[in-house]
């Protein structure tokens, strides 16, 4: 009986057509998981294909090989084939015109005649023959690209590689490691058992930098001797990790460090500092050139810089539709689940860091907001 990396690699070999995806609401290490696997993948000579929605706003990770490859939506998943049958008729010319939200199909016949029983449709098989999704704890978290492609994933392999205790073991084929600290590590670990030879220094680069950012450069509490050994390996097979370190935690945009500014500025607490909130407008991001994607780093460098906090929450307006709307990013600490905290507002994300969204104007919203939290981190905490 096969093992379930075997199982794996068993089904990536009959494979032809292979998508990667990961969440909306992501991290570095589901982005850089996804290169370092793309890369692999590619030197077995698969058509491969990483597609995140929103992807084009993660530019602190655009050093990384394989970056600019990442689409943000599906294209052309399945093509509707017509069949004409000739056996009774001989064309000359086929022409094609558009008319009043019609597609017709001129055929000049040189011998015989058609009829109705002629013509056939279908659709064609899907582009993908397997999904593999990496740091996704369920397949609504992957927002349009399974929402818009939702027969895709109920009739393709799925592959569902995780270590978060969140998930939904929603694919065909789970491995989920509760054990590893990052996904690139499992990554890592599963390209090592049966390619060793196949890692080359991009693909080192990308589950290195996986490793990194999920630890925020090793800080984390709970790394174990075989993170640190399977990063000294990473290292050995040319993983840049200067690089690496240099563009994650020491250079930053200027419009970055702006937002950041702000942010820091306005940053309010309550709880006995146990939470943690601040606020952005949509005017701060117009006059520092900055988007919401550079808000993610803030709450990464909250949580190394108070690591007692119990939960962070950073209140934004964003423009959608020539209109204001206010969302709230929030993180949870270990213990706390922000999705069940938040559960009122119907939170997309995972169980310590989620997003909600409000049509109210942003202060009557982070009063709202605030409220609710400080009344449950009472009662859970």
């Known amino acids: 009986m096969l093992n379930q990396d075997q199982q794996i690699f068993e089904q990536i070999k009959k494979a032809k057509d292979i998508l990667i995806t990961f969440g909306k609401i992501r991290n570095g290490d589901a982005v850089a998981s996804a290169l370092g696997l793309y890369l692999f993948l590619k030197k077995l000579n698969k058509n491969v294909e990483v597609i995140a929605e929103e992807f084009q706003n993660n530019e602190v990770l655009s050093f990384l090989p394989g970056f600019n490859d990442v689409k943000t939506k599906i294209e052309d998943l399945r093509k509707f084939t017509i069949t004409l049958d000739t056996s009774n008729a001989k064309v000359s010319q086929v022409k094609y015109k558009t008319e009043d939200n019609t597609l017709n199909f001129i055929i000049s016949v040189k011998d015989g005649n058609f009829s109705k029983d002629d013509i056939n449709s279908h659709y064609n098989d899907f582009k993908y023959d397997l999904i593999i999704t990496l740091d996704t704890p369920d397949l609504e978290s992957l927002g349009n690209i399974y929402d ?97 370190v240099n563009k994650l935690y020491r250079s930053r945009p200027l419009k970055t460090l702006k937002i950041w500014g702000r942010a820091l500025s306005r940053l309010q607490s309550s709880l006995g500092g146990g939470l943690v909130w601040t606020a952005i407008t949509h005017l701060d991001f117009i006059k520092t050139g900055s988007h919401e994607s550079d808000l993610n780093e803030i709450i990464d460098e909250l949580i190394l810089t108070m690591p007692k906090v119990k939960a962070i929450a950073i209140f934004y307006e964003t423009i959608k539709n020539d209109k204001i709307v206010s969302s709230c990013l929030f993180y949870a600490n270990k213990g706390l689940s922000a999705l069940d905290i938040l559960k009122e507002y119907g939170p997309s994300g995972v169980k310590h860091f989620a997003q909600i969204t409000n049509s109210k104007p942003m202060q009557d919203f982070e009063r709202e907001v605030i409220s609710l939290v400080e009344n449950k981190l009472k009662n859970l905490v």
């Open 148 to 244: 818009d492609n939702t027969d895709l994933f109920h009739q393709v392999p799925v592959i569902n590689i995780d270590h978060h205790p969140e998930n939904e073991e929603f694919g065909h084929i789970n491995l989920i490691n509760l054990t590893a600290v990052a996904t690139a590590e499992m990554v890592f670990s599963l390209l090592d058992s049966a390619y060793p030879n196949y890692i080359d220094e991009d693909i080192a680069t990308c589950l290195l930098a996986g490793i990194i950012a999920e630890t925020r450069s090793f800080k984390i509490n709970n790394i174990r001797p075989q993170t640190l050994s399977n990063s000294a390996q990473l290292v050995s097979l040319g993983a840049r990790r200067e690089d690496i």
